[in-house]
């Protein structure tokens, strides 16, 4: 088995986008910065993401049920870092949001959501593979916020 920093070094040269995980928490917002995230099966409609069962989000999703996956624009950096720990109370405050199906927030400026409700889950090390069925989606234009080597990316490229 290889050690964890070869795995970690490995890793970084894999390009991803960036997403915000979305939950509730009593009725209250809660997000998470989240790239381990991929598309499952078209039907039913379903996707994964894999959450640390150490993080706080992790409580709030396997409580309420619910996660909304927002697929972050190029522009929204600060989005990515804010939700990956440097803002740990009022997580939302100044944050545009809307609701969709499952009461989870939907980010303004997110080029796609995806929301949720939790169908399996599968836990492996550290972490959760959860396995979410999607009750609602839309996507608007935009280029992708990326992450490689460590570092956030705007793609540049623009989907309609
Ligand atoms: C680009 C990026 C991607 C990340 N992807 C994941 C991920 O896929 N799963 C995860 O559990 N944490 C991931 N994290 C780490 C969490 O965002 C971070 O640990 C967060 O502070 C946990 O917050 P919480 O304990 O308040 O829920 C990522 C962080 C960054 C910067």
Same mark, same amino acid.
């Given at each position: 088995?290889?050690?964890?920093?070869?795995?970690?070094?490995?890793?970084?040269?894999?390009?991803t986008? =960036?997403?915000?995980?979305?939950?509730?928490?009593?009725?209250? +917002?809660?997000?998470?910065? =989240?790239?381990?995230?991929? $598309?499952? $099966?078209?039907?039913p +409609? *379903?996707?994964?993401?894999?959450?640390?069962?150490?993080?706080?989000?992790?409580?709030?999703?396997?409580? *309420?049920?619910?996660?909304?996956?927002?697929?972050?624009?190029?522009d929204?950096?600060?989005?990515?870092?804010?939700?990956?720990?440097?803002?740990?109370?009022?997580?939302?405050?100044? =944050?545009?949001?809307?609701?969709?199906?499952?009461?989870?927030p939907?980010?303004?400026?997110?080029?796609?959501?995806?929301?949720?409700?939790? $169908?399996?889950?599968?836990?492996?090390?550290?972490? *959760?593979?959860l396995?979410?069925?999607?009750?609602?989606?839309?996507?608007?234009?935009?280029?992708?916020?990326?992450?490689?080597?460590?570092?956030?990316?705007?793609?540049?490229?623009?989907?309609?």
């Amino acid at each position: 088995m290889t050690s964890a920093a070869a795995f970690r070094h490995a890793m970084r040269h894999v390009p991803t986008g =960036v997403t915000v995980v979305t939950t509730l928490k009593e009725g209250e +917002p809660r997000g998470i910065t =989240v790239n381990a995230f991929a $598309s499952v $099966s078209l039907e039913p +409609p *379903s996707l994964l993401i894999c959450i640390n069962r150490e993080a706080r989000s992790y409580l709030f999703i396997s409580t *309420s049920r619910v996660f909304c996956v927002n697929v972050l624009a190029g522009d929204q950096r600060r989005l990515a870092e804010r939700f990956s720990g440097k803002v740990r109370d009022r997580q939302f405050a100044g =944050v545009e949001y809307a609701i969709d199906a499952t009461g989870a927030p939907v980010l303004g400026g997110a080029i796609a959501h995806f929301d949720c409700e939790v $169908s399996h889950e599968h836990q492996i090390g550290s972490h *959760s593979i959860l396995v979410g069925r999607v009750l609602s989606c839309n996507a608007r234009a935009g280029s992708p916020l990326g992450y490689f080597n460590g570092g956030f990316h705007d793609f540049g490229i623009h989907v309609d």
